[in-house]
């Protein structure tokens, strides 16, 4: 089954210009250095940035950020056998779940509810319809039959996962868990809060998503742009032209997340794609991209999975549901 690649975002601005060497610290202003480090985590590239008094050491700050990324992706990973996901995949029930899946799956379930299905963690048996049917040389370009679709769309049932801090149990045979619609902004959230707690107060995270705290050189925002450009709210509008701020300042926005149909194509036309739609079996527009900005990566994550989705309507009015947000769209 093939990996889904990571829902791009283009990191621009944040370091006012410089042009810096990865893994090398920069000087960022008085008395404190930037130190970026670049290299691969959750299966693509990744990014993180930290602004540090000058002098101290800051590989250590990565190896720990570098390690709860691999704790939690031997949880949330689809394709690691040994992972807590997949044994509750294989197994349809999970028995003294780690904590952190416990909390994820509550999270996916709220925006499920919310979005009335638009969002759905069990969509799995849906994608590896898609996937295994594209897997196969000649496959009809239209996709799997309306009948195979049907079927499949019959295992997708948020409501009946049943989560507690004791077991996982899926509820019905054949259902299956994907968190790649959340789990990227997840582990944004928790490895920000893990470098919170060992005392950094301004980072840049690019793990698929973004999570950004304090700011950057000089006490200006972190900024990132959207890859392509994006119109500004649900309705559309002028492209984006500037950066957008992210952080703890005033106006800015801890978290950034994309979802973006051409993420993972199926076929080359790209009308079947990754973002499927849990209720019907489609796939969105191929040009359709939402880029939410959030409180949280997690949250950003999801909603942008789910408002890529849903109609403009629908999406309006999940969006009125989470204050404080802010929505740019294309196609």
Do not use: C, K
């Not at 050491?57 to 949880?75: C, K, S």
């Not at 106006?251 to 036309?269: D, K, N, Q």
């Not at 900005?293 to 942008?304: I, K, N, Q, V």
């Amino acid at each position: 089954m093939p990996r889904i690649d990571r829902r791009r975002l283009l990191i621009v601005g944040a370091l006012g210009g410089l042009a810096l060497a990865g893994g090398l610290p920069v000087r960022a202003e008085s008395g404190r250095s930037l130190h970026r480090w670049r290299g691969s985590a959750l299966g693509a590239e990744a990014e993180i940035q930290l602004l540090h008094p000058e002098g101290q050491p800051v590989g250590r700050l990565v190896t720990l950020a570098l390690d709860e990324i691999d704790r939690l992706e031997r949880i949330f990973s689809l394709y690691r056998p040994d992972s807590a996901l997949a044994r509750l995949n294989r197994e349809g029930r999970l028995d003294r779940p780690p904590l952190d899946l416990v909390a994820l799956l509550g999270q996916a379930q709220m925006l499920a509810e919310r979005s009335e299905g638009a969002f759905d963690p069990t969509v799995q048996p849906l994608y590896a319809l898609y996937a295994q049917h594209f897997a196969v040389a000649g496959a009809d370009p239209s996709g799997p039959s309306r009948e195979a679709v049907q079927a499949a769309v019959q295992w997708v049932d948020w409501q009946a996962i049943a989560i507690s801090p004791a077991r996982i149990v899926l509820q019905r045979p054949g259902m299956a868990v994907t968190l790649n619609g959340i789990a990227q902004g997840y582990i944004a959230d928790r490895v920000g809060e893990r470098l919170a707690a060992l005392g950094v107060t301004d980072a840049l995270l690019a793990l698929g998503e973004i999570r950004a705290l304090g700011s950057a050189r000089d006490g200006q925002p972190w900024r990132a742009g959207i890859a392509g450009g994006a119109g500004g709210g649900m309705g559309g509008g002028a492209a984006q032209a500037q950066p957008i701020a992210l952080g703890t300042a005033a106006g800015a926005y801890p978290a950034l997340a994309t979802s973006a149909a051409a993420g993972t194509m199926f076929e080359r036309s790209g009308r079947a794609n990754h973002l499927l739609d849990p209720r019907t079996g489609t796939s969105a527009a191929i040009g359709r991209t939402v880029t939410v900005a959030a409180g949280t990566a997690a949250l950003a994550d999801g909603l942008s999975t789910a408002l890529a989705i849903l109609p403009d309507a629908e999406g309006q009015r999940l969006a009125g549901a989470f204050p404080g947000i802010r929505i740019f769209h294309s196609a």
